[in-house]
């Protein structure tokens, strides 16, 4: 197939990953007109589109939704260091957190580190890596905190 | 499951909220160009760029990001019955699942349940609410299930 032409430099198997592992990612600045525009597609609230209407909400001035936090944290991850072969694909988390807004003009990076990391026992193609995801901006104050369990192939017998 | 677009805008507050209270929304479809603008921007990994070179993959075929169908569930949530004073704003989640992918053409809605109602400690105005929300597709199958808090404003004393 094609694919083996497109595969990246680097792809770990669920046997290259090992509990207490860390990795890390490039940086990504969001502007104020990104966090409007996410907002109006799938978060239209004042504290997410307007900075003026936002100055009397819990938020206290424009901040990008959560969802926009967690998606620009998947766009580092996917180019970030982890690479685990078959893509980065989530089987769902178990926390969440937003401890502190992202505002027009931060930097986030991300700070993952491996917690479990355990053969799936009816598929015996696949696993499954608990990752804690830690997104920081450029204070590095954090911003978002996610321990996701993500889907690994396993490499072929033989 | 009914939508009501005549029924009157409220705001609910955190007296207002009752374990065990359910909301529905609207229904939102989402288009192959959706999918693929969002990976594009947030998730660009071959499962949501591209049909061809999904099929060889974990999604045997095109598949939305499970961070777009989150967002898709936010605008649903946003627009839909909840409505708590002071918008929708998540402190955080203690589980999310993705059972299913979301297919291009897919047409979304989402069902909420109270499952938790607690003042704040150290915030006497304001409150958390849990709240469960899954969200189904055109043949009602479940794509994802969330449990989050919310923060919810409390009435003004007098």
Chains 1, 2 share one sequence.
Not at 16 to 29: I, K, L, N, P
Not at 54 to 68: P, V
Not at 148 to 157: D, E, N, Y
Request: glycine content about 8%; overall charge negative; aromatic content about 8%.
């Amino acid at each position: 197939m094609a694919q083996d032409a497109t595969k990246p430099i680097v792809e770990r198997y669920l046997e290259d990953f090992v509990v207490g592992q860390t990795f890390t990612s490039g940086r990504a600045q969001v502007t104020q007109q990104e966090i409007q525009a996410f907002a109006a597609e799938f978060d239209p609230q004042p504290f997410h589109l307007d900075e003026n209407a936002a100055q009397d909400t819990f938020f206290k001035g424009l901040a990008a939704s959560g969802w926009h936090t967690a998606a620009m944290t998947m766009r580092l991850l996917v180019e970030g260091e982890v690479k685990p072969a078959g893509g980065i694909i989530g089987a769902g988390f178990e926390e969440m957190r937003w401890p502190r807004p992202v505002r027009p003009g931060d930097e986030l990076r991300t700070e993952s580190e491996v917690l479990e990391v355990r053969p799936s026992k009816s598929r015996p193609d696949q696993g499954v890596i608990k990752l804690r995801t830690t997104t920081l901006n450029q204070n590095d104050e954090v911003v978002q905190v996610f321990v996701g369990s993500l889907i690994v192939l396993r490499r072929r017998a033989g």
